[in-house]
């Protein structure tokens, strides 16, 4: 890869990869992951891909580049879900995809070895995503379940009030129901009623 890209550039480009960047994913029981089909194995695969780029998304030098390309349709939608938790206004999320005659083949690997064949070009789209990494207002701490159900509470708590019914001292909506003391009830019936007619 180092030489098909330095081929085609002024000065030599160098890839700084080894064997322990290369992310076998394993289940509870420390065995290999070969094919993630049922729940179990896919909430593993969730974990590290969360994991992964929480890692990445930590440091604010860093930028991340993510892709959807390869694999399970599920893995490219759990790319997808991890990504708009953890990332940042600078990272980006993409999608490749190879020429029609060679996506139909059967083969385990692609390169483009001449940028200047047509027949060989990759085209890269920006999928649109949104980042919500800088915005939740608690610690990214614990497995991505934990920080997935924390956000989907956070989320529903702070969905606006379709409806809200005050009976005396009782207020009610379809979240919950509280009773005050009659005189700070009538505080809050007041600032209710100078709030909707303001």
Not at 15 to 44: H, T, W, Y
Not at 98 to 105: C, E, G, S
Not at 165 to 172: A, L
Request: net charge neutral.
């Amino acid at each position: 890869l180092e030489n098909e890209l330095s081929k085609n550039s002024e000065q030599k480009v160098k890839f700084n990869l080894n064997q322990s960047d290369i992310i076998v994913v394993k289940d509870s029981n420390g065995n290999e992951i070969e094919d993630a089909r049922l729940s179990k194995e896919n909430f593993d695969l969730m974990n590290e891909i969360f994991d992964t780029l929480r890692y990445y998304s930590n440091n604010s030098d860093w930028r991340i580049t993510a892709t959807i390309a390869g694999g399970r349709k599920s893995m490219s939608t759990m790319m997808s879900t991890c990504f708009q938790m953890l990332a940042r206004k600078k990272d980006e999320l993409i999608h490749i995809i190879a020429p029609n005659h060679i996506m139909y083949k059967e083969i385990d690997w692609y390169f483009p070895s001449d940028p200047s064949d047509p027949k060989q070009k990759l085209d890269i789209s920006l999928v649109p995503t949104l980042k919500i990494g800088d915005f939740i207002p608690f610690t990214k701490d614990g497995s991505f379940s934990d920080i997935f159900d924390k956000m989907q509470t956070y989320f529903f708590d702070n969905s606006p009030l379709e409806e809200l019914k005050i009976s005396k001292n009782i207020f009610s909506s379809k979240k919950e129901s509280f009773k005050l003391p009659p005189m700070l009830a009538s505080y809050l019936r007041y600032f209710i009623i100078k709030r909707i007619n303001s």
